[in-house]
């Protein structure tokens, strides 16, 4: 089959990625582009019989002209067609409620050469503001194909796909002549690197500095060139943008109509006076956050009881079908046991992901961020800082990577130091698990789960300190900088279920995948550590236990106490209890501290297979075991001051190698990382400690 190259561009909220979804549907993967950290949508299409299309998602820009690290992605995929090879297609996707201001971005984009499609998005929401438009005439107009499409509902994805497969005429220059305005510098880049735009030359004669595709030889002479005719860059891009919206005033006046209806305020202009309401608006928004805690507690208890009972099945099947021995524990205690304390809360995570996704495609986050600017400013922090902050509740790693829309570094890298401390979905096994232990399962006012309430106020808690961290790396950074913070709402849709459960499934399964991987490679290596030891100290611990012929059950658990607390695992733990004893932990929880390093939410799988060791019962939970623990009173070992010192532990510290690893990435050195895995360390130790003390 003839394979294609199809890039879609365009503003950010003009419906680019619902159409990427739509062309791709399941068969897309997400990257990195090339020397950075911005990730990069990419999937197949089945244009014809005869057409693929490898489609590529790059991220939302208002220009070619790049102000943030997202925007020169953009820039330099364009300008990297001078070396390699260029898309077939550009796709640029405009929002038709927003023609004008889209409008921009096309003329860009079609004066650098490349054939470029247009589709035309949101037409209805356009129609009932009043803009109609002449579709023949605006064609003749650009110059280009026109494909009227709605990316919510799939209609127009069809004429697309053969308007893709067709030869698409190219007429560079069209709306802005470039040659004009440095007709010396644009003649002798074009030459200089075989260009066949004018206005490709030009770009580069303006941002060649920062573009990644040329070598320094000829960033020094692009800039010899440009100091020797004294090229006002700043100065020529203000003339050019003006003179873009000159042409698509013109453009506007001959293709667009506007009726009486135009005059009339919008029906989400009078949703919004609520949602962003300076008391209404953080109401709605704490009420949208207690649904979404009580959900995680109250509407996933049915599947993980069906998850827990089949691992449950499945160790007992194992115990049936293999002769008691080190084979049997190996499967139920090393592997089954670590990876069903974290697969038994998937229920959670999906509905934890289901909620953002919502949130996202209705249009409601970009609210929240404009609700948030004002109480994030006296922290160093702006509305910008608020997507990466609530993209933490999911993961860390994508959210640090989003703060790359944010314009000033300090800025920026207080985001990238704070967002840690926001609840990522691995935390939420840990969560569960010790608030289980720590809050009993009751409802207030007959309908509120206790526990629900309980995991808000953690999340909570972590983004007060996140506030809290901010401000005191704002004071102790200096200097003072002035940002402002405009962004444009997108109109309210209902979410798209495609969208939304695309968006579920790739993050559930790669939360799944990579957590799976970590969790059994640790269960394994926990197993033979927590199993064998030294020959003298295991036979010792086995001797130890004085022999019980009536109550056989309760002998064999001591003995495996014994001999866990003898092995390899055992004298490691008992290594680290000197510093840990004042949080109020033993060896066995020292153990699932220093693994949880690798990732948060082996913490669950290390405890399942350290408490499963030995444990004659194959089908008790981690849940279970732990609130079976005693300690030498015969008092229940977990307390509510001894989980909620834990509770807090995993609230603030920074366990994470990904994230430690990405913040290297960004900072680009070892200096940010560093200080923030202390800082983070000192948190969660310090309250532990203080909680614990206080409350045992």
């Given at each position: 089959?003839?394979?294609?190259?199809?890039?879609?561009?365009?503003?950010?909220?003009?419906?680019?990625s619902?159409?990427?979804?739509?062309l791709?549907?399941?068969?897309?993967?997400?990257?990195?582009?090339p020397?950075?950290?911005v990730?990069?949508?990419?999937?197949?299409s089945?244009?014809?019989?005869?057409?693929?299309?490898?489609?590529?998602d790059?991220?939302g820009?208002?220009?070619?002209?790049?102000?943030?690290?997202?925007?020169?992605?953009v820039f330099?995929y364009l300008?990297?067609?001078?070396r390699?090879?260029a898309?077939d297609?550009?796709?640029?996707v405009?929002?038709a409620?927003?023609?004008k201001?889209?409008?921009?971005?096309?003329?860009q984009?079609?004066?650098?050469?490349?054939?470029?499609?247009?589709?035309?998005?949101?037409?209805?929401?356009?129609?009932k503001?009043?803009?109609?438009?002449?579709?023949v005439?605006?064609?003749k107009?650009?110059?280009?194909?026109?494909v009227?499409i709605?990316?919510r509902?799939?209609?127009?994805?069809?004429?697309?796909?053969?308007?893709l497969?067709?030869?698409?005429h190219?007429?560079?220059d069209?709306?802005?002549?470039s040659?004009?305005?440095a007709?010396?510098?644009?003649?002798?880049?074009?030459?200089?690197f075989?260009?066949?735009?004018?206005?490709?030359?030009?770009?580069l004669?303006?941002?060649?500095?920062?573009?990644?595709?040329?070598t320094?030889e000829e960033?020094?002479d692009?800039?010899?060139?440009?100091e020797?005719?004294?090229?006002?860059s700043?100065?020529l891009?203000?003339?050019?943008?003006?003179?873009?919206?000159e042409?698509?005033h013109?453009?506007i006046h001959k293709?667009?109509s506007?009726?009486?209806?135009?005059?009339?305020?919008?029906?989400?202009?009078?949703?919004?006076r609520?949602?962003?309401?300076?008391?209404?608006?953080y109401l709605?928004f704490?009420?949208?956050?207690?649904l979404?805690?009580?959900?995680i507690?109250?509407?996933?208890e049915?599947?993980m009881?069906?998850?827990?009972?089949?691992?449950?099945?499945?160790?007992?099947?194992i115990?049936?079908?293999?002769?008691?021995?080190?084979?049997?524990?190996?499967?139920?205690?090393?592997i089954?046991?670590g990876?069903?304390g974290?697969?038994?809360?998937?229920?959670?995570?999906?509905?934890?992901?289901?909620?953002?996704?919502?949130?996202?495609?209705?249009?409601?986050?970009?609210?929240?961020?404009?609700?948030?600017?004002?109480?994030?400013?006296?922290?160093?922090?702006?509305?910008r800082?608020?997507v990466?902050?609530?993209?933490?509740?999911a993961?860390?790693v994508p959210?640090?990577?989003a703060?790359?829309?944010i314009?000033?570094?300090?800025?920026?890298l207080?985001?990238?130091?704070?967002?840690?401390?926001?609840?990522c979905?691995?935390?939420?096994p840990?969560?569960?698990?010790?608030?289980?232990?720590?809050?009993?399962?009751?409802?207030v006012l007959g309908?509120?789960?206790?526990?629900g309430?309980?995991?808000?106020?953690?999340y909570?808690l972590g983004?007060?300190?996140?506030?809290?961290?901010?401000?005191?790396?704002?004071k102790?950074?200096g200097?003072?900088f002035?940002?402002y913070?405009?962004?444009e709402?997108?109109?309210?849709?209902l979410?798209?279920?495609?969208n939304?459960?695309?968006?579920?499934?790739?993050?559930?399964?790669?939360?799944?995948?990579?957590?799976?991987?970590?969790?059994?490679?640790?269960?394994?290596?926990?197993?033979v550590l927590?199993?064998?030891?030294?020959?003298?100290?295991?036979?010792?611990?086995?001797?130890?236990?004085?022999?019980?012929?009536i109550?056989?059950?309760?002998y064999?658990?001591?003995?495996?106490?014994?001999?866990?607390?003898a092995?390899?695992?055992?004298?490691?733990?008992?290594?680290?209890?000197?510093?840990?004893?004042?949080l109020?932990y033993?060896w066995k929880?020292?153990?699932?501290?220093?693994t949880?390093?690798?990732a948060?939410e082996?913490?669950?799988?290390?405890?399942?297979?350290i408490?499963?060791?030995?444990?004659?019962d194959d089908e008790?939970s981690?849940?279970e075991?732990?609130?079976?623990?005693?300690?030498q009173?015969?008092?229940p070992f977990?307390?509510?001051?001894?989980?909620?010192?834990?509770?807090?532990?995993?609230?603030?510290?920074?366990?994470?190698m990904?994230?430690?690893?990405?913040v290297?990435?960004?900072?680009?050195?070892w200096k940010?990382?560093?200080?923030?895995?202390?800082y983070?360390?000192?948190?969660?130790?310090?309250?532990?400690?203080l909680?614990?003390q206080?409350?045992k």
């Amino acid at each position: 089959m003839k394979r294609l190259k199809v890039a879609l561009i365009g503003n950010p909220n003009a419906g680019k990625s619902s159409l990427f979804n739509y062309l791709t549907g399941l068969n897309q993967k997400i990257g990195n582009f090339p020397g950075v950290t911005v990730d990069k949508k990419t999937g197949v299409s089945t244009l014809s019989a005869a057409v693929q299309a490898d489609i590529i998602d790059l991220p939302g820009t208002y220009s070619i002209y790049p102000r943030s690290l997202d925007e020169q992605v953009v820039f330099d995929y364009l300008i990297e067609a001078l070396r390699n090879e260029a898309p077939d297609i550009l796709v640029v996707v405009i929002d038709a409620s927003n023609f004008k201001r889209n409008l921009l971005l096309f003329t860009q984009v079609k004066d650098l050469g490349f054939p470029v499609i247009l589709a035309l998005n949101m037409l209805d929401l356009a129609q009932k503001d009043g803009l109609d438009f002449d579709l023949v005439a605006l064609q003749k107009e650009l110059n280009v194909p026109i494909v009227e499409i709605n990316a919510r509902t799939g209609k127009g994805i069809d004429s697309l796909k053969a308007a893709l497969v067709c030869p698409v005429h190219v007429a560079p220059d069209i709306f802005y002549k470039s040659a004009e305005v440095a007709q010396p510098v644009v003649a002798y880049i074009r030459n200089r690197f075989k260009i066949k735009s004018d206005y490709m030359a030009l770009l580069l004669a303006h941002q060649h500095k920062k573009t990644k595709i040329l070598t320094e030889e000829e960033k020094k002479d692009i800039s010899d060139l440009v100091e020797k005719h004294h090229l006002q860059s700043n100065s020529l891009q203000y003339r050019e943008t003006l003179a873009r919206y000159e042409s698509i005033h013109t453009i506007i006046h001959k293709v667009m109509s506007e009726d009486a209806r135009q005059g009339k305020v919008r029906w989400s202009n009078n949703v919004d006076r609520i949602v962003t309401h300076k008391i209404w608006g953080y109401l709605i928004f704490l009420g949208i956050l207690f649904l979404i805690f009580q959900s995680i507690f109250a509407w996933s208890e049915m599947p993980m009881q069906w998850i827990d009972s089949g691992f449950g099945a499945l160790k007992g099947f194992i115990s049936s079908l293999l002769p008691e021995g080190y084979l049997r524990d190996f499967v139920n205690e090393g592997i089954l046991s670590g990876l069903q304390g974290v697969l038994i809360f998937i229920p959670q995570i999906t509905f934890l992901f289901a909620f953002i996704a919502i949130l996202e495609e209705s249009g409601y986050m970009t609210r929240v961020m404009f609700m948030m600017d004002k109480i994030m400013r006296p922290f160093g922090l702006s509305g910008r800082s608020v997507v990466p902050l609530i993209s933490g509740v999911a993961c860390a790693v994508p959210a640090i990577m989003a703060t790359r829309s944010i314009e000033t570094w300090k800025e920026r890298l207080i985001t990238i130091m704070v967002t840690p401390l926001m609840s990522c979905s691995a935390r939420i096994p840990v969560f569960t698990v010790l608030i289980g232990l720590m809050i009993p399962d009751t409802t207030v006012l007959g309908i509120f789960n206790l526990q629900g309430i309980a995991l808000m106020g953690f999340y909570l808690l972590g983004f007060a300190m996140a506030l809290l961290s901010a401000w005191f790396l704002h004071k102790w950074m200096g200097g003072k900088f002035k940002t402002y913070f405009i962004m444009e709402f997108p109109t309210y849709k209902l979410p798209r279920f495609k969208n939304v459960s695309t968006s579920i499934i790739e993050k559930v399964k790669t939360f799944t995948f990579e957590a799976g991987k970590v969790i059994l490679a640790i269960s394994i290596v926990l197993w033979v550590l927590a199993t064998f030891g030294p020959k003298e100290a295991m036979l010792h611990a086995e001797q130890s236990v004085p022999m019980d012929t009536i109550h056989i059950e309760a002998y064999q658990n001591k003995v495996a106490s014994a001999k866990l607390e003898a092995s390899y695992a055992g004298h490691f733990g008992k290594f680290i209890e000197p510093v840990i004893k004042p949080l109020g932990y033993d060896w066995k929880i020292g153990i699932a501290l220093i693994t949880s390093f690798a990732a948060r939410e082996v913490f669950v799988g290390t405890m399942a297979t350290i408490y499963s060791v030995g444990n004659s019962d194959d089908e008790l939970s981690v849940r279970e075991s732990m609130k079976n623990q005693v300690d030498q009173n015969g008092d229940p070992f977990y307390t509510a001051a001894r989980a909620g010192s834990l509770l807090l532990f995993y609230l603030f510290a920074m366990q994470c190698m990904s994230t430690i690893a990405i913040v290297y990435r960004e900072t680009k050195g070892w200096k940010w990382p560093i200080i923030q895995f202390f800082y983070m360390s000192f948190l969660a130790y310090s309250s532990s400690l203080l909680f614990y003390q206080f409350f045992k």
